[in-house]
């Protein structure tokens, strides 16, 4: 309730009457990149979404230069819809919970926000994550069923089941795990001349889906593989596995699973993909 | 005829259950959506989804006691043929949805694991640890990409609505939206629309609702002509962890686990919060509300936390208004097993473990009870009729409203776990009526003359112009936290008229300076400004009309209540006195019955919102009076009972 509890106690000592942000700014892409320096007044249990909104608001620099407001991307601000990551003081992450108290405990001096690495930047701090959610469909990541009619309850799954699935479905399709891997390449590219939006969108398709899937999709074909009923496309999801850019592309730096904001046992996955394709290519060596 | 498509604007839980079910029907589906649909603000429901099941029906549990308890929990505001047809069919959602692999918590033998949730006596709820609603929403994302990969859907991410296009009947022919990244207008020519955008609660400024959930979609249509049903009743949960950007929930799943609300009987009580005895805890709910003790209903429980802090003066801080929520009692293991994904977010924002020490809450505003006005065809049992194409379409033709942007089931007070239910089990229902609609229309909308659709994306593109030359000087965003401010202290948990005739004033002149905003970004690429002040301006139609809903209704009803007109606990002590002072109370209630046992329905025409009302369908279950708490609620009910028992041709007035 806004009207009850703001209450902004005076700033005690130890805290900063005003923060200090250094933002990676990009026009759009193809443009080049350039540092803006912002300050806003220092609030308790400020996060860094609350910092862009002041910035919002005042749009202007530290300098006092008129500007436009820092474009970027948040949705719940809860750190479930994976919305709102990137790079907060050199490290991959949501930005929602990235609290200034604890930002200024490592560096008081300053706050330092640019866009994710690995994907195409559309503004300042909003990339283009469309390549995450193509490799969703890479590795069909689905429960095929019949259709939606009342069929009676699903399979019956044991507690255990359960609870080995439950953490691989919590997965919020952030790119924290793509962003912080070395062999996840950023893809991009740019409308040539004469082409069509549709050609465009097919030659990045193409491009996206031979290159390296990176570590969510694989654990979702993982989380699939182990449902009774979506087990049923098992053999599929392994194929797209072996095929290039899949689990053998990853090099075992285990980045993915050190910034994953949802602790999902990402390299446990891997491992499983990993075994479950070498077990698919032997077999496929003696059928054939 | 080509090929007819619909439109679904708004990929949350109903948006994205139509869609997959349109597409099963094999009608094509353009999907447009501010967000990637995953991240569409279901994923933060958190406790889980209701249905009457084997366990419970064997305690005496049915699906009419669940219409029941979603009646009285909503103080018989909703029409009740939806209601009965969405109970009906809750246990057949929940089995689809553990169908389409939804990792439900599960009993030791493998089962679906159930907790219990306010308003209920039944363990009811099926949930996924903490995160439902993300489960949820990722199974039907995932059949909805599974259509996509097959062609049958065509998603429009990052995609603003920017309002319904219109033959010269009226009827809906699809809607104009606007690509936020290169902002580019276009015109998408449906055979019918849905939308199912959400609620509204960043009117408040802050709110437990994501960024997303403006009421602008729902507001364009409303300015097209659609109609606004219950507009006043928000919803403000109980407990909710009050921060600066916004209000974060901690899901009612946390006192159905166990959790426990209370504060220290002295003020601001200096003991470490742990080494307080039992003695000196005031759980201030279970003393008052015997029965259902901390799962009152959510209404209850947001006055009586606002109550103890504002007029009890028993807040735990000082400074700031907030109570415990304790679970600390509870092993570690079964609340990381059930609770996990709440706990973390309150430690990841509070910096605290709230396994160790109990949690600070407070209410928040939380659901839009209200929202698009939309029909149903009843059927001959009392539930709907399957296939109508007139459920859930608004009063434009063509329009379909659907999940917490309609105003149906949840009447004046949504009962916990009911909302997921209500989003996929209209999302399912309402596709084969939308395959007959499309079915009896003699041409496609794409077959129309492309006048129809110029002069839809010429209006638009004028507004957008017109916004990005405007130089009334004002900020979109200060104007913002104006109206949430306004709106707030007004309208939430007491109201008081005279408040709200200010605050109408107040937010009026706030409307005419948001007209007036001068925009620090008139560019061309990914402009957030534009696209934020258009939304801004676009609240104030239907903030108006929760101000003045609430204005007019002199009653206390779920949500909305009006101490002013409240109905009192009985005082007589002597049986004979007491009986009596019952009587008058039940004549008062049956009186007050008449007035506002009514939806309100507002329109829009430019101005200012105008007010009707329209009857309710009460026809499953009789209006009786909800008397949670309320001393002498045993005679009262008693009373009440002999009256509705008593032949109906007796009018005692004559």
Request: proline letters at 5%; hydrophobic letters at 35%; glycine letters at 8%.
């Amino acid at each position: 309730m806004t009207a009850t509890n703001t209450h902004h106690q005076a700033s005690t000592p130890q805290h900063p009457e005003k923060v200090n942000v250094r933002v990676l700014r990009q026009d759009g892409p193809g443009q080049p990149t350039y540092w803006e320096r912002h300050q806003v007044e220092y609030e308790e249990n400020m996060n860094v979404i609350s910092v862009l909104q002041r910035i919002a608001a005042q749009a202007a620099t530290v300098e006092g230069n008129k500007v436009t407001p820092v474009a970027w991307d948040c949705g719940c601000l809860e750190e479930v819809c994976g919305s709102c990551t990137m790079v907060v003081n050199g490290k991959v992450r949501q930005s929602c919970t990235a609290l200034v108290d604890r930002l200024l405990e490592d560096n008081s001096a300053e706050i330092e926000l640019r866009p994710m690495t690995k994907f195409p930047v559309i503004r300042d701090l909003i990339v283009d994550r469309t390549r995450l959610f193509q490799g969703l469909e890479r590795v069909k990541a689905w429960v095929p069923v019949d259709g939606y009619s009342d069929m009676g309850p699903g399979p019956r799954q044991s507690r255990k089941q359960q609870e080995q699935s439950y953490p691989l479905s919590q997965c919020m399709s952030c790119g924290c795990c793509l962003d912080a891997c070395p062999q996840y390449q950023k893809i991009e590219l740019h409308r040539r001349p004469g082409e069509t939006e549709e050609q465009f969108e097919d030659r990045k398709r193409e491009a996206y889906g031979s290159q390296f899937m990176g570590a969510a999709p694989i654990s979702q074909a993982v989380l699939f593989n182990s449902h009774p009923t979506g087990n049923s496309l098992a053999e599929e999801r392994v194929e797209a596995l072996i095929a290039p850019g899949g689990v053998q592309a990853c090099g075992n730096a285990q980045n993915c699973v050190a910034v994953c904001p949802k602790e999902i046992p990402l390299t446990t996955s891997i491992g499983r993909a990993g075994r479950a394709a070498t077990v698919h290519s032997l077999k496929k060596m003696f059928d054939s | 005829m080509s090929t007819q498509r619909v439109v679904v604007v708004g990929g949350g839980l109903a948006g994205l259950a139509a869609t997959m079910k349109l597409c099963e029907l094999g009608i094509p589906v353009d999907l447009i959506s501010l967000t990637p649909v995953k991240r569409s603000h279901s994923v933060c429901a958190q406790g889980g989804i209701n249905s009457c099941n084997e366990q419970t029906r064997q305690l005496g549990d049915s699906e009419w006691h669940h219409l029941d308890d979603t009646v009285y929990g909503g103080d018989f505001l909703q029409h009740q043929p939806p209601v009965k047809e969405m109970a009906y069919w809750a246990p057949k959602v929940i089995e689809l949805m553990d169908r389409l692999g939804v990792t439900f918590n599960r009993t030791e033998e493998g089962f679906l694991d159930r907790r219990r949730f306010g308003g209920t006596l039944f363990k009811r709820t099926a949930f996924a640890g903490a995160t439902t609603g993300q489960q949820l929403l990722y199974a039907l994302d995932e059949q909805v990409r599974r259509w996509e990969s097959e062609g049958m859907v065509r998603k429009f991410e990052f995609w603003d609505f920017l309002g319904p296009m219109q033959d010269e009947s009226g009827r809906c022919v699809g809607v104009v939206a606007q690509d936020m990244v290169s902002m580019e207008m276009r015109s998408f020519p449906a055979d019918a629309t849905i939308v199912a955008t959400g609620g509204n609660g960043l009117i408040y400024g802050r709110s437990t609702m994501s960024v997303f959930c403006n009421g602008g979609a729902a507001s364009r249509c409303f300015q097209a002509g659609a109609k606004l049903g219950n507009p006043e009743f928000i919803q403000v949960h109980p407990t909710a962890i009050p921060g600066a950007d916004k209000l974060r929930l901690m899901s009612e799943s946390a006192r159905g686990e166990g959790g426990r609300v209370w504060v220290p009987r002295t003020p601001q009580d200096p003991r470490p919060v742990k080494s307080i005895p039992e003695a000196d805890r005031y759980y201030f709910l279970e003393e008052r509300y015997p029965e259902y003790g901390n799962l009152v209903p959510r209404d209850i429980a947001t006055r009586e936390i606002f109550n103890i802090c504002v007029n009890e003066g028993l807040s735990v801080e000082a400074g700031r208004m907030c109570v415990y929520l304790d679970l600390t009692h509870i092993e570690r293991s079964e609340l990381d097993r059930k609770l996990g994904g709440i706990l973390e977010i309150y430690e990841k924002f509070q910096g605290v473990d709230p396994r160790d020490v109990p949690m600070k809450i407070f209410p928040a505003v939380h659901y839009s009870m209200g929202g698009l006005w939309a029909g149903y065809t009843k059927n001959s049992d009392g539930g709907l009729l399957a296939g109508d194409p007139g459920n859930q379409m608004t009063n434009i033709q063509g329009l379909y409203a659907l999940g917490e942007c309609d105003y149906q089931y949840h009447g004046a007070n949504r009962l916990g776990a009911n909302s997921l239910l209500s989003c996929i089990f209209s999302g399912l229902f309402v596709a084969p009526g939308i395959q007959n609609y499309i079915k009896n229309q003699s041409k496609a909308a794409a077959e129309l003359a492309p006048a129809v659709f110029e002069g839809a994306l010429a209006k638009q593109q004028e507004r957008h112009a017109a916004l990005l030359s405007n130089a009334g000087g004002e900020n979109p965003y200060l104007l913002h936290q104006e109206l949430g401010d306004v709106m707030t202290r007004a309208a939430t948990v007491v109201r008081v008229n005279s408040q709200l005739d200010d605050a109408y004033s107040r937010v009026s002149d706030l409307h005419e300076r948001a007209m007036a905003c001068s925009l620090t970004d008139s560019g061309s690429w990914t402009n957030q400004n534009v696209i934020f002040t258009k939304a801004l301006q676009d609240m104030f139609p239907i903030a108006k009309s929760i101000l003045k809903g609430a204005r007019l209704r002199d009653e206390c009803r779920g949500a909305h209540f009006k101490p002013e007109f409240s109905m009192p606990s009985l005082t007589e002590e002597e049986p004979q006195a007491r009986r009596q002072e019952a009587e008058r109370w039940c004549d008062r209630f049956e009186e007050n019955n008449k007035k506002f046992l009514k939806s309100t329905i507002a329109t829009y025409d430019g101005a200012d919102p105008k007010i009707t009302y329209e009857d309710v369908d009460t026809g499953s279950i009789a209006p009786r009076p909800r008397l949670y708490g309320l001393v002498g609620a045993e005679t009262i009910e008693q009373v009440w009972k002999e009256r509705a028992s008593a032949p109906k041709n007796v009018d005692k007035n004559t």
